[in-house]
């Protein structure tokens, strides 16, 4: 059984930087794919970015040239660097594992930027 846990989060002000971290482990196959969502109050989860182990990175419009994800091929762990951060960031950070066709679920990992 795959497991994804975040770590990471917190609060910040507006213009701040936050590292996510997000680990899976329990497979003997690494994932194909591990990316991060983010879910904020009364909205509807959303990609943020996704990085496969072969392919292209792919960042959402909104945190294009301010959010930067990076993977640890040997630790299985990939990693969300927020930069210039903004209010409307605050939400659940949720990171996915997909192995072998499967997508895995961490709990999340609540960011708050205050203004």
């Known amino acids: 059984q795959v497991q994804v846990a975040e770590s990471g989060g917190g609060s910040v002000r507006a213009g701040g930087s936050m590292r996510l971290s997000c680990t899976a482990s329990g497979s003997m196959f690494d994932p194909d794919v591990m990316a991060w969502y983010r879910q904020a109050p009364g909205k509807q989860c959303e990609l943020v970015a996704t990085i496969p182990s072969l392919g292209s990175i792919v960042y959402a419009d909104s945190v294009k040239g301010r959010f930067t994800i990076s993977r640890d091929n040997a630790k299985n762990t990939v990693y969300l660097q927020m930069d210039s951060m903004k209010p409307e960031a605050t939400a659940l950070y949720l990171c996915?594992?997909?192995?072998?066709?499967?997508?895995?679920w961490g709990p999340g990992t609540q960011v708050t930027v205050s203004s």
């Open positions: 996915s594992a997909v192995v072998r066709l499967t997508h895995y």
